[in-house]
T-cell receptor, first 114, second 114 residues
Framework: AQSVTQPDIHITVSEGASLELRCNYS??????LFWYVQSPGQGLQLLLK??????LVQGIKGFEAEFKRSQSSFNLRKPSVHWSDAAEYFC????????????FGQGTELSVKP | NAGVTQTPKFRILKIGQSMTLQCAQD?????MYWYRQDPGMGLKLIYY???????DKGEVPNGYNVSRSTTEDFPLRLELAAPSQTSVYFC?????????????FGSGTQLSVL
Protein backbone atom coordinates (compact mmCIF):
# COMPACT_ATOMS: atom_id res chain seq x y z
CA ALA A 1 0.00 0.00 0.00
CA GLN A 2 1.14 3.53 -0.70
CA SER A 3 1.85 5.50 2.43
CA VAL A 4 3.94 8.22 3.97
CA THR A 5 5.07 8.12 7.57
CA GLN A 6 6.38 11.00 9.61
CA PRO A 7 7.45 9.36 12.85
CA ASP A 8 7.66 12.56 14.90
CA ILE A 9 4.37 14.24 15.72
CA HIS A 10 5.96 17.17 17.53
CA ILE A 11 9.56 18.42 17.71
CA THR A 12 10.97 21.29 19.73
CA VAL A 13 14.33 22.83 18.89
CA SER A 14 16.18 25.88 20.13
CA GLU A 15 16.60 28.84 17.83
CA GLY A 16 19.89 28.50 15.97
CA ALA A 17 20.03 24.74 16.40
CA SER A 18 19.96 22.33 13.50
CA LEU A 19 16.80 20.50 12.45
CA GLU A 20 15.99 17.19 10.84
CA LEU A 21 12.43 16.05 10.17
CA ARG A 22 12.00 12.45 9.17
CA CYS A 23 9.89 11.07 6.34
CA ASN A 24 9.59 7.48 5.16
CA TYR A 25 7.46 6.37 2.24
CA SER A 26 6.08 3.23 0.68
CA UNK A 27 5.31 3.64 -3.00
CA UNK A 28 5.31 1.18 -5.85
CA UNK A 29 6.35 3.48 -8.68
CA UNK A 30 9.28 5.85 -8.89
CA UNK A 31 8.10 8.56 -6.53
CA UNK A 32 7.98 12.29 -6.69
CA LEU A 33 8.66 13.60 -3.16
CA PHE A 34 7.66 16.87 -1.58
CA TRP A 35 7.87 18.83 1.63
CA TYR A 36 5.15 21.37 2.37
CA VAL A 37 4.93 23.81 5.28
CA GLN A 38 1.74 25.07 6.90
CA SER A 39 1.73 28.15 9.08
CA PRO A 40 -1.17 28.55 11.53
CA GLY A 41 -4.43 29.37 9.77
CA GLN A 42 -2.85 29.11 6.35
CA GLY A 43 -2.79 26.71 3.45
CA LEU A 44 0.24 24.62 2.57
CA GLN A 45 3.26 26.06 0.81
CA LEU A 46 5.79 24.02 -1.15
CA LEU A 47 9.28 23.99 0.41
CA LEU A 48 11.01 21.68 -2.03
CA LYS A 49 10.52 18.72 -4.33
CA UNK A 50 12.46 15.79 -5.71
CA UNK A 51 11.73 14.29 -9.10
CA UNK A 52 15.03 12.79 -10.25
CA UNK A 53 18.74 13.50 -10.46
CA UNK A 54 20.75 14.88 -7.58
CA UNK A 55 19.42 13.29 -4.40
CA LEU A 56 20.12 16.39 -2.32
CA VAL A 57 17.62 19.10 -3.16
CA GLN A 58 17.54 22.68 -2.02
CA GLY A 59 14.36 24.52 -1.20
CA ILE A 60 13.14 27.86 -0.01
CA LYS A 61 13.89 29.39 3.39
CA GLY A 62 17.22 27.54 3.69
CA PHE A 63 15.73 24.04 3.79
CA GLU A 64 17.18 21.00 2.07
CA ALA A 65 16.17 17.35 1.81
CA GLU A 66 17.97 14.18 0.84
CA PHE A 67 16.37 11.30 -1.04
CA LYS A 68 17.70 7.91 0.02
CA ARG A 69 16.15 5.19 -2.10
CA SER A 70 17.70 2.36 -0.08
CA GLN A 71 16.05 3.66 3.08
CA SER A 72 12.82 4.90 1.42
CA SER A 73 13.42 8.20 3.15
CA PHE A 74 13.26 11.88 2.30
CA ASN A 75 14.34 13.75 5.43
CA LEU A 76 14.13 17.52 5.68
CA ARG A 77 17.02 19.48 7.19
CA LYS A 78 17.95 23.01 8.11
CA PRO A 79 21.32 23.93 9.63
CA SER A 80 20.06 26.80 11.79
CA VAL A 81 16.42 27.19 12.77
CA HIS A 82 14.75 30.59 13.07
CA TRP A 83 11.74 31.36 15.26
CA SER A 84 9.71 31.97 12.11
CA ASP A 85 10.19 28.32 11.11
CA ALA A 86 7.67 27.24 13.75
CA ALA A 87 4.92 25.57 11.73
CA GLU A 88 3.62 22.18 10.69
CA TYR A 89 5.57 20.29 8.06
CA PHE A 90 4.13 17.70 5.72
CA CYS A 91 5.94 15.17 3.59
CA UNK A 92 4.08 13.97 0.49
CA UNK A 93 4.60 11.47 -2.32
CA UNK A 94 3.16 11.24 -5.81
CA UNK A 95 4.00 10.01 -9.29
CA UNK A 96 4.09 11.39 -12.79
CA UNK A 97 1.07 9.37 -13.89
CA UNK A 98 -1.16 10.21 -10.92
CA UNK A 99 -2.59 13.52 -12.10
CA UNK A 100 -0.93 15.46 -9.31
CA UNK A 101 -2.63 13.45 -6.58
CA UNK A 102 -0.46 13.32 -3.50
CA UNK A 103 -0.37 11.12 -0.43
CA PHE A 104 0.47 13.15 2.64
CA GLY A 105 2.11 12.14 5.88
CA GLN A 106 0.54 12.94 9.22
CA GLY A 107 2.61 16.04 9.70
CA THR A 108 5.28 17.14 12.19
CA GLU A 109 4.66 20.19 14.32
CA LEU A 110 7.81 22.20 14.92
CA SER A 111 8.16 24.48 17.94
CA VAL A 112 11.16 26.80 18.29
CA LYS A 113 12.47 27.82 21.71
CA PRO A 114 14.10 31.23 22.08
CA ASN B 1 -2.92 37.63 -8.52
CA ALA B 2 -5.20 36.05 -5.90
CA GLY B 3 -4.18 32.39 -6.45
CA VAL B 4 -6.64 29.94 -4.85
CA THR B 5 -9.54 31.54 -2.98
CA GLN B 6 -11.79 29.60 -0.61
CA THR B 7 -15.01 30.79 0.98
CA PRO B 8 -16.22 30.77 3.68
CA LYS B 9 -13.29 30.64 6.13
CA PHE B 10 -15.44 29.30 8.97
CA ARG B 11 -18.83 27.66 9.14
CA ILE B 12 -20.93 25.85 11.72
CA LEU B 13 -23.59 23.46 10.46
CA LYS B 14 -26.27 21.46 12.19
CA ILE B 15 -26.51 17.75 11.49
CA GLY B 16 -28.44 17.17 8.28
CA GLN B 17 -27.91 20.63 6.83
CA SER B 18 -26.28 21.10 3.46
CA MET B 19 -23.75 23.61 2.21
CA THR B 20 -21.32 24.34 -0.58
CA LEU B 21 -17.68 25.20 -0.03
CA GLN B 22 -16.49 27.49 -2.77
CA CYS B 23 -13.09 27.36 -4.45
CA ALA B 24 -11.83 29.54 -7.26
CA GLN B 25 -8.42 29.92 -8.88
CA ASP B 26 -7.22 32.56 -11.30
CA UNK B 27 -4.10 30.81 -12.60
CA UNK B 28 -5.84 28.94 -15.43
CA UNK B 29 -4.90 25.61 -13.83
CA UNK B 30 -6.54 22.53 -15.23
CA UNK B 31 -6.06 20.38 -12.14
CA MET B 32 -7.98 21.08 -8.94
CA TYR B 33 -8.33 19.12 -5.70
CA TRP B 34 -10.26 19.02 -2.46
CA TYR B 35 -8.50 17.75 0.66
CA ARG B 36 -9.67 17.47 4.23
CA GLN B 37 -7.30 17.79 7.16
CA ASP B 38 -8.02 16.11 10.45
CA PRO B 39 -5.70 16.44 13.47
CA GLY B 40 -2.86 13.93 13.35
CA MET B 41 -4.11 12.50 10.06
CA GLY B 42 -2.48 14.64 7.42
CA LEU B 43 -4.48 15.54 4.34
CA LYS B 44 -6.85 13.15 2.64
CA LEU B 45 -8.01 13.63 -0.96
CA ILE B 46 -11.78 13.91 -1.32
CA TYR B 47 -12.27 14.67 -5.03
CA TYR B 48 -10.19 15.99 -7.86
CA UNK B 49 -10.62 17.30 -11.39
CA UNK B 50 -8.29 17.31 -14.37
CA UNK B 51 -10.30 19.87 -16.30
CA UNK B 52 -13.70 21.43 -16.80
CA UNK B 53 -16.41 18.78 -16.93
CA UNK B 54 -14.19 16.03 -15.50
CA UNK B 55 -14.19 14.96 -11.85
CA ASP B 56 -13.14 11.83 -10.02
CA LYS B 57 -13.19 10.42 -6.51
CA GLY B 58 -10.25 10.53 -4.22
CA GLU B 59 -9.57 8.58 -1.07
CA VAL B 60 -12.53 9.77 1.06
CA PRO B 61 -15.41 10.87 -1.24
CA ASN B 62 -18.39 9.58 0.75
CA GLY B 63 -20.80 12.33 1.79
CA TYR B 64 -19.46 14.83 -0.74
CA ASN B 65 -20.11 15.89 -4.30
CA VAL B 66 -18.29 18.18 -6.70
CA SER B 67 -18.79 19.82 -10.06
CA ARG B 68 -16.44 21.55 -12.46
CA SER B 69 -18.40 23.62 -14.94
CA THR B 70 -15.57 26.10 -15.50
CA THR B 71 -11.79 25.99 -15.29
CA GLU B 72 -11.81 28.54 -12.47
CA ASP B 73 -14.33 27.05 -10.03
CA PHE B 74 -14.48 23.75 -8.16
CA PRO B 75 -17.21 23.79 -5.48
CA LEU B 76 -17.54 21.03 -2.89
CA ARG B 77 -21.05 20.11 -1.79
CA LEU B 78 -22.06 18.51 1.51
CA GLU B 79 -25.64 17.26 1.21
CA LEU B 80 -26.42 15.89 4.69
CA ALA B 81 -23.82 17.14 7.10
CA ALA B 82 -22.59 14.69 9.74
CA PRO B 83 -20.28 15.23 12.74
CA SER B 84 -17.65 13.10 10.98
CA GLN B 85 -17.35 15.87 8.41
CA THR B 86 -16.04 18.30 11.00
CA SER B 87 -12.65 19.16 9.53
CA VAL B 88 -10.56 21.76 7.78
CA TYR B 89 -11.04 21.68 4.03
CA PHE B 90 -8.39 22.76 1.58
CA CYS B 91 -8.75 23.38 -2.11
CA UNK B 92 -5.65 23.21 -4.30
CA UNK B 93 -4.76 23.60 -7.95
CA UNK B 94 -1.93 22.64 -10.26
CA UNK B 95 -0.81 23.49 -13.76
CA UNK B 96 -0.77 20.76 -16.35
CA UNK B 97 2.42 18.91 -17.18
CA UNK B 98 4.68 16.45 -15.39
CA UNK B 99 7.16 19.20 -14.54
CA UNK B 100 4.46 21.29 -12.89
CA UNK B 101 3.77 19.17 -9.83
CA UNK B 102 3.58 22.07 -7.36
CA UNK B 103 0.19 22.38 -5.69
CA UNK B 104 -1.15 25.82 -4.83
CA PHE B 105 -3.39 25.77 -1.76
CA GLY B 106 -6.16 28.01 -0.54
CA SER B 107 -6.20 29.14 3.09
CA GLY B 108 -8.84 26.61 4.07
CA THR B 109 -12.39 26.39 5.38
CA GLN B 110 -12.89 25.29 8.97
CA LEU B 111 -16.19 23.42 9.22
CA SER B 112 -17.89 22.23 12.40
CA VAL B 113 -20.97 19.99 12.31
CA LEU B 114 -22.86 19.94 15.59
Amino acid sequence: AQSVTQPDIHITVSEGASLELRCNYSYGATPYLFWYVQSPGQGLQLLLKYFSGDTLVQGIKGFEAEFKRSQSSFNLRKPSVHWSDAAEYFCAVGASNQGGKLIFGQGTELSVKP
Amino acid sequence: NAGVTQTPKFRILKIGQSMTLQCAQDMNHNYMYWYRQDPGMGLKLIYYSVGAGITDKGEVPNGYNVSRSTTEDFPLRLELAAPSQTSVYFCASKAEGSTNEKLFFGSGTQLSVL
